[in-house]
């Protein structure tokens, strides 16, 4: 039977062991390549089968994503925190570039957005092609319409359509949820109303949803996904291993047939070697 | 040598001088009692003497050696007692063991010496019990035994009765008495209660608004208290004031204000009692005789005061009688008196109280 | 409704087979929040201590200080910590962004506080007699200061409990400091959040009744160590009269 006194250095004397493995926990961090890139991206799944492909191409390289919305992931490009970028926010993109925080903006593939609504389509959309005219007669209807608010790629895009509708969204049935692509789609089911959604994101959670597509196709609506290099990365070597690995054979093949046996059909078309955006 | 002597000790709260002793000392194997009322500044002056607290002048010494809060050689010496057990949670033995542990002695010895206390107490079937369980009595001596079993050469208590039932009050002195009497080199005993002062004390040092204004033997105190306050506060009855008409042979008759009664008082040692001066005047109820009214008592010259009994009441064992009549007075008497005096309300009697059993203070 | 309770049974089957997947998250969470703990313990005691105890210039600011910590919203905490750890921050050269370690300090920052203000109200609690009756049977200060402290242990129990269930039940700083990476920096409240954006709802509810057993299992301590013993602590502290 230990006394008091000694259980309590026994105690203390563990502390630092203890601490000590709690740090080891984080060991891997170093020669790590940081991948900065969106929720939408990666609520999809496709990481999953991307980066272990990329590990297995390049061993020794441990790579890692942080998915947050497209306007913090170019913050973390700002302050140097991630090495390369895979976003889908052209307009911020390009600015981002600009101001020379990042370089080698290369395309990866693509998607489109449509715009769900409810099956009874009150502001009477559904088949429209032109998405910048759907969402003015959205307006017009005074029905409800819940945004991403949250400067995403998603976001920039329905604003890009509301400044080509020539319409400044306001009132009460404008909905700014300042939230993920799920959490705007479970607003937009409960409360009937529309927003503009990523594909992907919509097949996920369709089941769950009482949405239904109702535009799509519109060129507009096309939804552009770029892999950028970071002026300030750590990893400058395996970040441009990734941008070079993404746009490859390899890589692309996993893209184009991602979500097919879930879907029937890929979420994403690949089209590296095209022209940026 | 005297064990412990404070010279000149004061302590200030704020602007209120709250302690002003200018001595007070305890000897080997005494025991000194500290009486006053609440608000003495009684606790002030335990914490001082404790060394818990520092004094803003004067100094105390032990065994000749000036002691200050932090002493290492005085926290060993002098143990006290605070007025709630405090007892620290755990059980009884853990608590009881507690100065053993502080001063390094091995487990074997500490179990010896608790077992030896608690046993000396009558409460070693309490050793195992947890603190939470006890009863105010049973904590009160476990926090007792605590303080004792390091065997300290001078203990201070703080108000050990006053958290007491009355009924446990008197056992509880006893073993008080027996335990500080054997295991304790000399104690100081802060209390309100004069029952406590009287019972256990060698000397008593009353206090007052935080000075120390008599200090002697119980008989001392009581038969020769130094002003009415200290009169009053050990059990002495006050008639208000009066003032000397006549002073011949150590004797002075003093007419008690706003009556014509006049009673004859011997003074106190080393006073003069001239005519004119102005006195308070105290008796002890104990000293009154009650007789009947055409009564002849012995030749001695005494004051004789015709009264009329007011009211009776139980007083312990004896009967307290409420008298009015020129002046009121209280006097203790045994049953067997009240009976053969045939004493109820409104029966006139005599109240007789000898010269010497009548205080008189000067107060021009 | 048929949707739900298709859920629910999926994520019961997901517990009962302990899916890899989940365990691993479950160790992670509580291996980062109880690191994050143990470090509010180092921080939190010392301080609650010395200012329950100590009198000087300024306690009751730093009091009120702490207290404010008790409403610091995760989020902002994991920003802060965030813009220290960023690699265009001061502690930039740690490289500590993105890993567990990020999270612990941040949780960390969090639950100081609660240990250090719960600390400190057990601590005020006890009679200040207690150290003065220790000194007066012979202790050391050193000694008498730590039978105060040692009669406060069951609310200091109890403030690291508190501090636990502030930190694994949240979300916004482990979420900006970690990056809520796969097998890396991904715990309980990261990935409810991210599963159920995918729609793997099954997951989620899966996580959050750990998450919840958790918390319950938390607060039953809690309460049993305050409820159990609050009637002596009451009693003890009606004992206390001012000390003139």
Redesign the interface.
Known sequence: MMSRRARLRLGLALLPALMAAACALGERQTGRLVIASTTSTEDSGLFDVLIPAFEAAHPGMHAVVVAVGSGEALELGRQGDADVLLVHSPAAESAFVAEGHGYDRQPVMYNDFVIVGPRSDPAGIRGMDDAARALGRIAAAQETFVSRGDQSGTHMRELGLWRTAGIEPAGSWYRDAGQGMGEVLGIASESGGYTLTDRGTYLFLSERLALEVLVEGDPRLRNDYSVILVTRAKNEAAARAFHTWIRGPEAQAIIGEYGVDRFGRPLFTPNAGATVP | MSLLRAEGLRRR?GRRL?VDVDALEVGRGEVLAVLGPN?AGK??LF?LL?L?EPADEGRILLEGRQVRP?DREA??R?????Q?P?L??GTVADNVA??LR??GLSKRERDARVAEILALLGIESLAGAPV?RLSGGEAQRVALA??LA?M?GLL?LDEPTANLDVTVRRRFRADLERMIRTLAGAAILITHDPADAFALADRIAIMEDGRIVQTGTPEEIALRPASPFVAAFTGAELLGGGRVVAYEDGIAVVELEGTTVRLGAIAPEGATLSPGTQVRVAYRPEDIILAFPDATLGANPENRIPTRVASLGPAGGLVRVRLDGDVPLIALVTRHAAQALELAPGREVVACIDASAIRVFPTG | MELFTQSLREAARLLFEASPYLVEIVVRSLRVSGSAVLLGILIGIPIGIAVGLGRFRGRQIVIASIHTGFALPPVVVGLFVYMLLSRSGPLGSLELLFTPTAMIVAQALLAAPYVAGITLAAVQAVPPEVRLQALALGASPRRALWTHVREARLGIGAAVVAGFGAVISEVGAVMMVGGNILGETRVMTTAIVLETRRGNFAVAIALGLILLALAFAVNLALTRLQQGRWTAMVAASRDREPVR
């Open positions: 709260y709250v608000g606790s002030t914490r404790l818990v932090g926290r060993h002098v143990g006290g007692v605070f709630r405090y620290f949670s507690y100065g502080a001063r939470n605590r303080a390091p300290p201070l």
